[in-house]
């Protein structure tokens, strides 16, 4: 059998072609490839280096067709909603038509509004309102309609078709979330988000291993097709990433939502570029070294220096986005993650001829984002109050932010400053530079807790509650206890709809706030009361938009009532809110909101039976209490509820 060391010069060419071949190149070489070496070790290596050229340009298509399927998917769910949203506002309608004059309203099934407290011996500040609460297995709270059973629904669903109860199952397994990874504690996804990741991760090995064959003779287009993928990956690494970017408006999953797959692909990057180095050292071993091409030359050349160069860029930004790191020294992983950026592209750019391209678009991808976006049309400068709530250990910042009414078209398409205003459950990146000079670069995102301006609006009130960690958080702290103001920079807003546009959509409205979640919990209440009044003003009991929705917030300390003041929650009483307060986690350990969750939505859903009644759930607190809620939905889910859940993650 031939063998590769025969033709050592030959493989020097064969080297250097592979460094300077481009896809466009790869057809026309391989036509003159001769009859004569059509079976030799020789022609083989051209052919699997040629083929890999053309091979990755695949990959690009098949990315832009996971972008259709996903695009057409959230049109089609958002037209879905639309037009079950105007059958349940029709049906409705002619309800209230069908009502004699003068006849008494149709019975409501949460009756009006309170705030409640679950357990015993724990008052709410919040009302003048007092009472006791549902407890965990699921009694009826004192003061409710008479009208109100006494005993919750079923549980379990009576005879319903096999498909339906099997696409139930089938749902309810793709929302349940595994415990964290026992000894390391790793928090792990959804199991349908995890099958996404797993999806992404199997297209890595499709394209690095589909006709491959594993040879030594063979190792140099092993290596070289590793690299090939790593460069194509490039630009989809950087759209994950960006703040700024397409797939929002396609797909409707903001930058936030898609920071797991970008992870899961760095990390399959990493592992590419190790793969790819081992690969090249093989080379060197199996190839150059018996012709008398020493290590040391090998490793000194420019384009191994410059792929070493890349290599321990790139393996440094991961080691750096760890958890452990990211949690302890953010301040640092921040200056990292984007200086090694610019560092790994630069060398990339200069290692291999092939990957400009795709260099190319992945650094157009991060200048636009950080330049254009970032540090032109999303930076706003003003200044803040600062407050001290109650506890001593939390800051309030907040500052009126003038509105400006024009092109609002323009900041729903491509996105704009705080100035045109924000949307529910949208955040911003907070930078406060008198604090000292390190932070004067660093940028801290955090939600608006205040309710989002309206159409028409000339100011709003931007509030963000702050709760101290380490390094900002704590500086910010401290700066607070002694001085009532601060100038603030604020890169923003960003963030989606998804949790704004299920509620709107259901019939029922669970949100569960742990602790800071409130942020998230307060403007989500203001939304739903500003659509349910404007959509439908006279389909609720006395007139409460909020007459179907229920708080559940656990908080720490009952000094954190503080953070939203008793004024706003008994505003939103009056208007129908339910506000279920379980005693303080510090006093009374941590409450069972699973069973309080059960409790609320089988008391409220005798409909089960029918289906009728769509319930929403959005969950925004520690990532135990998140799991602990999404478990309890899928249990819910399966038993026969149409429910559905959106987390708002802590944390970035």
């Known amino acids: 059998m031939e063998t590769i060391d025969k033709y050592p010069g030959d493989l020097r ?4 072609m592979s460094l300077r071949a481009t896809s466009s190149d790869a057809f026309v070489l391989s036509q003159n490839l001769s009859v004569r070496d059509g079976e030799s070790s020789r022609s083989r290596l051209v052919q699997g280096i040629l083929f890999s050229r053309r091979f990755i340009l695949s990959y ?4 832009l067709l996971l972008l259709l399927v996903f695009t057409i998917r959230h049109w089609a769910s958002r037209f879905q909603a639309l037009r079950r949203q105007r059958q349940r506002h029709r049906v409705k309608s002619n309800t209230e038509e069908a009502k004699p004059k003068g006849g008494n309203p149709l019975p409501s099934k949460t009756g009006s509004g309170s705030i409640e407290n679950v ?11 007092q009472g006791s609460c549902p407890s965990p297995k699921g009694s009826i709270e004192q003061g409710a309609s008479e009208r109100t059973p006494l005993l919750p629904a079923p549980e379990i669903v009576p005879s319903r078709s096999i498909g339906i109860r099997l696409v139930r199952i089938v749902r309810a397994s793709l929302m349940y979330q595994p415990p964290p990874i026992p000894l390391v504690n790793k928090i792990l996804p959804s199991n349908g988000t995890a099958l996404l990741v797993l999806a992404l991760l199997g297209l890595q090995a499709f394209y690095v291993f589909y006709r491959m064959p594993l040879s030594i003779p063979t190792l140099f287009v092993f290596a070289d097709r590793t690299s090939l993928l790593f460069v194509a990956n490039l630009p989809l690494l950087y759209l994950f990433a960006a703040k700024n970017q397409p797939i929002k408006i396609l797909t409707g999953y903001s930058y936030e939502s898609l920071n797991i797959y970008h992870r899961r692909l760095g990390e399959v990057m990493c592992l590419l570029a190790l793969l790819h180095s081992v690969g090249m050292i093989g080379v060197w071993y199996t190839i150059l070294r018996p012709v008398g091409f020493t290590l040391a030359r090998f490793l000194l050349s420019k384009i191994i220096l410059l792929g070493l160069g890349a290599f321990v860029a790139y393996e440094l930004i991961y080691f750096t986005s760890l958890g452990s790191f990211r949690q302890r020294w953010y301040e640092l992983f921040l200056f990292l993650h984007v200086s090694l950026q610019v560092v790994a592209l630069v060398l990339v750019w200069f290692h291999h001829h092939g990957s400009r391209p795709y260099v190319g678009v992945a650094l157009a991808i991060f200048l636009v984002d950080r330049l254009v976006y970032r540090m032109a049309l999303k930076l706003e400068y003003s200044r803040a109050s600062l407050e001290m709530t109650e ?9 009126e932010v003038p509105l400006v009414q024009k092109h609002r078209f323009l900041r729903t398409l491509v996105g704009n400053s705080i100035s045109k205003g924000w949307k529910t459950t949208e955040h911003v990146f907070l930078t406060v530079s008198a604090l000292s000079s390190k932070h004067m670069i660093q940028t801290h995102p955090f939600t608006i807790a205040s309710k989002a301006p309206q159409a028409g609006d000339s100011e709003a009130e931007l509030k963000l ?16 206890r002694g001085h009532a103001s601060v100038k603030i920079r604020l890169d923003g807003p960003y963030g989606s709809q998804t949790a ?21 919990a307060m403007p989500l209440l203001w939304a739903l009361h500003d659509v349910r009044s404007a ?26 009532m503080s953070w939203v003041g008793t004024s706003e929650l008994h505003d939103l009483y009056e208007r129908g809110l339910e506000v279920i307060l379980p005693p303080s986690t510090a006093k009374h350990g941590k409450p069972d909101v699973s069973s309080i969750l059960k409790s609320w939505v089988s008391a409220r859903n005798p409909s089960i039976t029918t289906g009728d009644a769509k319930i929403g759930v959005v969950c925004s607190a520690p990532d135990r209490m998140n799991r602990a809620v999404r478990n309890t939905c899928a249990k819910l889910l399966a038993q026969g509820h149409d429910i559905a859940i959106e987390v708002e993650e802590f944390g970035w």
């Open 13 to 16: 060419a064969l080297l250097a």
């Open 60 to 63: 690009q298509a098949v990315l």
């Open 119 to 129: 357990g015993s011996g724990v008052t709410s500040s919040s009302s003048t309102i």
């Open 391 to 399: 506890d001593g250990d939390t800051v309030v910042l907040r500052t």
């Open 465 to 480: 509650i702050i709760r101290p960690q380490d390094g900002f958080s704590g500086d910010l702290l401290r700066y607070a």
């Open 500 to 520: 704004v546009q299920l509620l709107q959509q259901c019939d029922l409205s669970v949100i569960v706030a742990g602790g800071s979640g409130i942020a998230v």
């Open 535 to 560: 959509t439908d003003p006279e389909s609720h009991e006395d007139g409460k938009p909020l007459s179907q929705v229920v708080l559940i917030w656990v908080i720490r300390d009952e000094a954190h």
